[in-house]
């Protein structure tokens, strides 16, 4: 097990590199370096949306988030909004709930629906009703990122921008620190949080299966602002999901594909997903129809992606010792980053987790090569 004395750098600014920070800065010296800004990136843009009842987790993983969620929530400058969640059901599919419904979700007729959620819903016709689910709710994604910075520096961490880390150095197969713009930096222990660039980055040292992804996401202020219970909702067959917003708009997100070069790809949200969100998806919620578009958002670069859309959290075998690779966070960086901060730290400490981490290894993948098709959250 390493000593207080060790230092650990992380490389990466964003959630997942300021969750590791937080969860190790008690017990080590440890320093954040990041090439833009802190949570300038992806994290930046990200929808806040926490859904970790819903999603394909091992046992544990939603649990310890969402108790870290609301231990921090009133902390800093962060809250979490917790609401329940409406998975859309079309009428053709509402027969499949009527008896049995997901573990953790309860079907709800429409009739139902519109009785519990009264002013939230617009036109729901096309649906049979809708699965609900609880331990789910929103947060700002820029507090959330600021207040776990605040609570890493009172720790002991120090965070810096504008500092780039330009290659990892490496004595007789073990980490001594990293490269920066300005010099060296010595280490016992480096973690690169670094996204779809990881691989790039570490193409030297271990070959990881991440390609870089795009997701759009539109905020809309309804005609009038939606009511404090307006639940969080998706849609499967159009693949979009929504939330409301502290002041009465909803966020509208989807439409995730895999880029070949983000560098190279015009920024901006496309066209047919704002046509989709004013046509098809607006109409569902309760005077979003006559809604204004307030602002247009994805990835100023790209997310990351894995192919079984888990994330690698790992200290692989074939790596240099002393390194850990946090990529492939799918999409789901922020709801995660309670767990990826503590699973790093076990890495480092060796300590034992209260979650399953074996979903977490790189050894799950045969072949790493970054040819592979998308898995989307909705399959």
């Not at 503590?342 to 290894?361: C, D, I």
Request: net charge negative.
């Amino acid at each position: 097990m390493s000593t207080s004395a060790d230092r650990v750098v992380v490389v990466g600014a964003g959630v997942s590199g300021l969750a590791v920070a937080r969860e190790l800065a008690p017990d080590y010296d440890v320093v954040v370096l990041d090439k833009g800004g802190v949570a300038a990136d992806t994290s930046s843009r990200a929808s806040g949306m926490i859904s970790l009842s819903l999603e394909p987790f091992p046992d544990g993983w939603a649990t310890f988030a969402l108790d870290q969620f609301r231990e921090l929530d009133g902390r800093g400058i962060f809250s979490f909004a917790e609401r329940e969640t409406v998975r859309l059901v079309p009428k053709e599919d509402a027969e499949k709930y009527t008896d049995e419904a997901p573990t953790g979700g309860e079907f709800l007729t429409r009739d139902e629906l519109l009785s519990q959620f009264p002013d939230s819903f617009g036109d729901l016709s096309a649906y049979g009703g809708g699965l609900v689910y609880d331990g789910t709710g929103y947060l700002d994604a820029l507090d959330y990122a600021m207040t776990l910075k605040w609570q890493a520096e009172k720790a002991g961490a120090g965070i810096f921008r504008d500092h780039e880390v330009t290659g990892l150095c490496v004595d007789d197969g073990t980490v001594t620190g990293v490269d920066t713009e300005y010099g060296p930096i010595d280490a016992d222990h480096v973690v690169y949080a670094t996204g779809w660039k990881t691989r790039e980055l570490l193409a030297e040292y271990v070959e990881l299966p991440v390609r870089p992804l795009r997701w759009n996401a539109v905020v809309v202020e309804p005609e009038s602002p939606l009511p404090d219970d307006c639940p969080l909702g998706s849609e499967p067959t159009m693949r979009v999901y929504w939330r409301p917003t502290r002041r009465g708009d909803v966020l509208i997100g989807g439409n995730e594909h895999l880029l070949s070069d983000p560098e190279e790809t015009p920024m901006g949200v496309q066209s047919s997903f704002r046509e989709t969100v004013l046509e098809d998806v607006a109409p569902l919620l309760n005077g979003v129809a006559g809604g204004t578009i307030r602002r247009e958002d994805c990835c100023p670069t790209a997310d990351c992606a894995s192919p079984d859309g888990l994330p690698i959290i790992d200290a692989p075998d074939e790596a240099p010792d002393g390194l850990v690779v946090v990529t492939g966070l799918h999409g789901r960086g922020v709801m995660l980053s309670p767990v990826t901060g503590r699973a790093v730290r076990s890495l480092v400490t060796g300590e034992e987790t209260p979650f399953p981490t074996s979903g977490f290894e790189l050894a799950r993948f045969e072949d790493r090569s970054a040819d592979f098709e998308y898995r989307s959250h909705w399959d």
